[in-house]
């Protein structure tokens, strides 16, 4: 079946699901590189045309692993690409955040070097440094746009004030932030500001880490690099209780002979409501890939959706061990 296109805001037309490319560098452990090429390719043959990726994962290798693909289908691929968030090659746990206009730049160039490309098709900010007026930095951004090195601009884990700031300086296309089932918050104010701008909602975690699939049932069964292990959500009794809120999804996805993870996104493509959403589930493997797809086709019923809606307000533990950073500390 034929994956429905969607238009980011005035942005680009892209297919009504993208694929999150972190995990093709770090932080779920060890990757079959082959096998994520394969499945890169094969997204695109499914009609998958919204490709995400940062700076910050693998601190640049994963901008450097997309460039042979993005270039070898330059003419179907929209590239989303993020700034913002920076490490340190000593300390692997620290995150700053810089959104100063020269940092913004700088970024941007080091982005188009690593995946050897003209222009980005869509630039987030991938987290808000509170220090510098949103409106510096999305200025900063409209200049790429003006020189051509950009075409679309997007927002990631913003408030709808901070929605509407940017939005007045420049139109923002898309606003990517955790979205799911189990994570609600961006529907405080994110999404009715939105759904007023005509901005398009991305969201990312749309399978709570593979938490919602039933892939693991707590933290403690993942490997020590995994990154997973320090979420709040996943982790020691926080998990155990969690765990059991899955049974909603378990009774919906019988009756529809679909899987845990086919619901948990249904779930979101029944969000629309005049919002364009686009998830963008991170997988390196064709068969999840696929299974993935069967989400933006399964229709849920009004009975379905009633069952599910209780969930969110019964999740143990913040999405984050520290909220700060998120658009939720801000609201």
Not at 27 to 45: C, V
Not at 122 to 145: K, N, S
Not at 206 to 212: A, Q
Not at 285 to 310: I, S
């Amino acid at each position: 079946m034929t994956l429905r296109q969607v238009q980011l805001g005035s942005g680009p037309v892209v297919g009504a699901q993208g694929l999150g490319c972190m995990g093709m560098s770090e932080f779920y452990g060890p990757t079959d590189q082959d096998e994520a090429r394969r499945t890169l390719e094969h997204a695109l043959e499914r009609g998958v045309t919204l490709f995400d990726t940062a700076d910050i994962y693998g601190s640049g290798a994963n901008e450097e692993f997309l460039a042979p693909f993005v270039n070898a289908n330059r003419e179907q691929v929209v590239l989303a690409t993020k700034f913002g968030l920076v490490r340190k090659a000593d300390d692997p746990n620290y995150r700053g955040f810089r959104g100063d206009a020269a940092y913004v730049r700088a970024a941007a160039e080091a982005s188009l070097r690593r995946l050897d490309i003209d222009v980005i098709d869509l630039y987030y900010m991938h987290r808000r440094d509170v220090a510098v007026p949103i409106e510096e930095t999305v200025g900063a951004m409209a200049e790429l746009v003006a020189e051509g090195k950009v075409r679309h601009l997007g927002l990631s884990e913003v408030t709808g004030a901070e929605l509407r700031a940017a939005h007045a300086v420049h139109p923002i296309a898309a606003v990517q932030s955790e979205w799911s089932v189990f994570n609600r918050d961006v529907e405080n104010t994110a999404v009715p500001a939105a759904k007023e701008l005509g901005v398009a909602l991305v969201p990312y975690s749309p399978l709570g880490r593979g938490f919602l699939t039933g892939a693991f049932a707590n933290t403690a069964e993942l490997s020590d690099g995994d990154f997973r292990r320090n979420f709040p959500q996943y982790s020691g009794e926080n998990a155990a209780s969690n765990a059991e809120l899955l049974a909603p999804l378990r009774e919906v996805a019988q009756r529809h002979d679909a899987t845990l993870a086919q619901v948990a996104l249904a779930w979101l493509y029944a969000q629309q409501d005049g919002l364009a959403v686009v998830p963008i589930p991170g997988t390196r493997r064709r068969t999840r890939l696929d299974e993935n797809l069967g989400g933006a086709d399964l229709a849920l019923t009004a009975a379905d959706l009633e069952l599910l809606e209780p969930i969110s307000a019964k999740v143990a533990g913040p999405r984050y061990a520290d909220m700060s950073f998120t658009s939720a500390s801000r609201e």
